[in-house]
């Protein structure tokens, strides 16, 4: 019996285990968007919103310009880093299907853009959707998502238009 035991075991050792959560996790951050098993999915959410409200859990100081904080937040915000860096890759290469690749800083993409989005919400920075089968394997597949990814750049055109700062561009 697994008393008090949580999570999946996904019948591999716990080493197998981690190093998976870590790099689904990472992958999730980077791309904001990857499909997996339903299984995988809904413990993928388990630690991504745990690393997620680490650094929102710091408030400001996550997404403040390092020059602009004190002694002290500079310290709590590196001890918040050391941390998230304990489970979390700092770097993800991204190869695009041309030429080029992306090098993506992880850690710094958690506390300044994530915990700058998701700065007011209480929880649940994750959305499960159910897409099918697999046709190999016929395995539930299922796309887990960050939330509000799709809605951000919108509200800072909307906020920027509003200002008078940006003009449209799709005046004819």
């Known amino acids: 019996m697994r008393h008090k035991n949580s999570g999946r075991q996904f019948s591999r050792n716990s080493s ?6 870590r790099s689904l996790t ?18 993928l959410r388990r630690v991504a919103e745990r690393v997620i409200t680490k650094a929102r859990r710091l408030g400001d100081i996550a997404f403040t310009p390092h020059d602009k904080l004190s002694i002290a937040d500079r310290a709590r915000r590196q001890a918040a880093q050391k ?10 290469v991204i190869d695009n299907n041309v030429d080029e690749a992306k090098k993506i800083d992880l850690i710094e993409k958690v506390f300044v853009e994530l915990a700058a989005r ?11 959707i159910k897409i099918g089968n697999r046709r190999g394997d016929n395995a539930p597949i299922s796309m887990i998502e960050l939330v509000g990814g799709e809605e951000a750049p919108q509200q800072n055109a909307v906020a920027a238009d509003a200002s008078g700062t940006v003009e449209a561009s799709s005046e004819s």
């Open 118 to 128: 998701y700065k007011n919400r209480a929880g649940g920075y994750t959305r499960i």
């Open 26 to 43: 990472a992958n999730l951050i980077a791309h904001e968007r990857i499909e997996t098993t339903d299984a995988k999915a809904k413990e």
């Open 83 to 92: 941390e998230v860096g304990k489970f979390l890759q700092r770097f993800l």
């Open 16 to 21: 197998h285990r981690r190093a998976m959560l």
